[in-house]
């Protein structure tokens, strides 16, 4: 840098040394793969302790309310994908809930970072909503090498998965039937092929979601409403997430290029420059993904849970009890401060009337 440059333009274009640059790439590589491993050792060590605790969640007493409590004192990231007739179905028919790292083996040899989502319902006339009795939501984690418009090599991982079908009784859909559309779209996709624009599944599936978003905008007017979901649809939209399509083939092809680079990386060899994530190739990809998820934060809100909610319940269960005793104490002192003014205004001496 220019010592004719002035102070504020040296503020204003800050830059890191290219050393620096890629000593500090290489160890936020060796972070990200410690957390991994760390991740597969903490599965080993966990397990025993869930059996124990389901142990706990299986005393009737304690069965009838637990993943109610759990998911009512839900941290923020997680609740507030959660609309009240969310919580209704929650409440009053969810059993069970677990959560595997499910291509982990026994060894803990596999992928962790891979997630399976069981939510157990009752059935029935106690189960006013949908007759599935069980629902499995299954996020793999993938990886995909490509090249930008620069012919950059550019890389991506994260949480892939295919849309899980609920079978909604009469007049009950909370996702307005945009679920179902995105079951019949990867279905189609999967018996014809081809560009799933061109499918009338996919045209199916827009126009449902123009008339979601169309009825969010009219809700927005009412004041009386409750805070939209971020996605702007129902917690069990979460059924219907699918992001990138990588499969499995194509993620095992692309990890063998990131290992062979990372390779290179550590014997200190020159390798081509990852493109930037930023590139118009990324952002059409990312426009192309949203016409087709009717939940885009479906992966965000999987890590929550697994690795917040799931982990914690307990903790999260006895905070919902804490909480209602916080709100009798609350309600008790209203009524103490009401009383006490009522007594205040009888014993202060009335002023005499003028004649």
Known sequence: MSNDQSLLDRVEMPSIPEAAMKKIAVLEEQFSRAEVEQLRHSVKLM????????????????????????????????????????????????????????????????????????????????????????????????????????????????????????????????????????????????KKGGDRKKLPEFAALVKKVEEAEAEIANAEDDEDDEDPSPVGMSFFGFFGYRGRDVSAAQSKEAAKEIEARWAKIQKGEDIEEAGDSDSDDEEDDEASLEEIDIFPDGDDLAVAIAEDLWPDALSYYVQSFQIGEELEDMDLDEEMDGQDSDEESESRPRKKARN
């Open 47 to 190: 397990t025993p302790l869930i059996q124990k605790r389901s142990e706990i969640i299986n005393i009737p007493d304690v069965q009838a309310e637990f993943w109610m409590r759990v998911f009512a004192s839900a941290p923020p990231e997680i609740d507030e994908y959660i609309l009240s007739s969310d919580a209704q179905v929650l409440g009053e028919s969810l059993k069970n809930m677990t959560v595997e790292r499910f291509e982990l083996d026994a060894q803990g040899n596999g992928e962790p970072r891979s997630l399976r989502f069981t939510f157990e319902f009752k059935t029935g006339e106690e189960n006013p909503f949908f007759t599935n009795d069980k629902l499995v939501k299954e996020f793999y984690w993938r990886q995909e090498v490509s090249k930008n418009a620069a012919g950059k090599t550019r890389t991506w991982e994260g949480l892939v998965s295919e849309p899980v079908r609920i079978n909604w009784k009469k007049d009950m859909d909370l996702t307005k039937g945009m679920l179902d559309a995105a079951c019949d779209l990867a279905e189609a996709e999967k």
